[in-house]
């Protein structure tokens, strides 16, 4: 194990999901049974809302990339219904002269762009390319997927703002030197791995891109990278941001980087390529998401249970929204009226209100009907769309 070991970060052993919070080893068992048949299938979609009279908001569909179950739930955001859990990242198992199917993806990162879905697989070292529209709710197993070999354990994906691109953050194996870190770039056109930049002696994580597309900027555990897209240079790493995770650029191109040692996002001007001010927020905070004006900012607080907002103008953090379950992953609607956030532990994704940050519903990822059925799925990533999903 890493000595980063505050981090949830799934991982395969034995075709058993755990993960490590906080410094404790906690072993999650997987709350739906997985054969070699695959993952379990209602017989039809069952709404898997907890709080049925009140979980509301604009029309389109969600996408979650639920890690510890292999698979990704697509959700009517209109009222947390959930279509379908569909497979993803899963190959036959080639030379067996079966119809054997190899469940090992864990598909910890997910980014959509128009109505394409890029999920990257660390289970078996390959991204999936989905197009969201030809999902078929009746059919779970034979997802419509092109499945991509990029490096070692890809965790972290993002698409270029222009969609040319899509970016991988392969952090390695968790043991042994030298490392393997590096990042991936596919060509969305070919779905070809174009280029592969090796970022030695790192675990690369997350991904941000400059508006213009100019820019990556890229977590790792020594700081943050910035790289010239076109040249694949490394312009300069930023350090001291403590054990950087989450990464997210502003429309006016202000960088913010959650720093899970110190508890704080660290502001940085692009400009400079250095840290200006830090904001406190709640402990090992992770993922963020930003309005699409870049006025506010959401940080999920994982080990505090709880979101902070941030007023991006002053920097000051305006409230503190209680969400239980170790809230990591966090994604905003287009028109940023609710914001999602998926619960690590519980399973649970809460759907808050922005307009008063209040929650308005929950619900268990996969077919829960109950609180915390959803335990062991670790949704791990969250993208929004105005375009529903087929049978929502």
Request: hydrophobic share 35%; charged share 15%; with cysteine.
């Amino acid at each position: 194990m890493s000595p980063r070991i505050t981090r949830p970060r799934a991982a395969i052993a034995g075709g058993a999901a755990f993960v490590v919070v906080a410094a404790v080893a906690v072993s999650l068992s997987l709350s739906h049974s997985t054969s070699a048949a695959g993952p379990a299938k209602a017989d039809k979609p069952i709404n898997a809302r907890l709080s049925s009279s009140s979980c509301t908001g604009p029309a389109g569909a969600a996408y979650i990339a639920t890690a510890g179950y292999q698979a990704f739930d697509a959700v009517d955001t209109n009222n947390c219904y959930e279509v379908q859990q569909y497979n993803v990242g899963d190959p036959a198992v080639p030379n067996t002269g079966t119809s054997d199917t190899n469940y090992s993806s864990t598909d910890e990162g997910v980014a959509l762009f128009g109505n394409t879905l890029y999920f990257a697989d660390t289970g078996n070292d390959t991204v999936a390319v989905v197009p969201s529209q030809s999902l078929n709710p009746d059919d779970y197993v034979d997802t419509p997927e092109t499945l991509i070999k990029v490096g070692v354990n890809p965790e972290g994906v993002a698409v270029s703002p222009d969609g040319s691109q899509v970016w991988v953050a392969d952090t390695g194996p968790q043991t042994g030197e030298p490392t393997l870190g590096a990042l991936s770039v596919i060509s969305a056109a070919t779905n070809t791995v174009t280029a592969t930049i090796p970022l030695p002696g790192t675990d690369p994580r997350q991904i941000a891109f400059s508006p213009s597309g100019g820019t990556a900027y890229v977590t790792t555990g020594i700081g943050l990278y910035v790289i010239n897209t076109a040249t694949h240079r490394i312009d300069t790493v930023i350090g001291g941001l403590g054990d950087p995770e989450g990464v997210t650029v502003a429309p006016n191109g202000t960088v913010y980087v959650t720093n899970t040692v110190q508890n704080v996002v660290d502001v940085i001007s692009a400009t400079a390529n250095r840290v200006t001010r830090t904001i406190a927020v709640g402990q090992l905070p992770w993922q963020m998401a930003l309005t699409s004006d870049g006025a506010t900012l959401y940080v999920a607080d994982g080990d505090s249970d709880a979101v902070s907002v941030i007023n991006t103008a002053t920097d000051a953090v305006t409230n503190t929204i209680t969400v239980s379950g170790d809230p990591v992953s966090v994604a905003l609607t287009p028109d940023d009226s609710r914001l999602w956030v998926g619960g690590l532990t519980s399973g649970n994704v809460s759907v808050i209100d922005t307009s008063d940050d209040t929650i308005v519903g929950a619900f268990a990822v996969g077919y829960g009907e109950y609180p915390n059925s959803g335990d062991g799925d670790e949704p791990t990533g969250i993208v929004m769309t105005t375009t529903l999903t087929p049978g929502a």
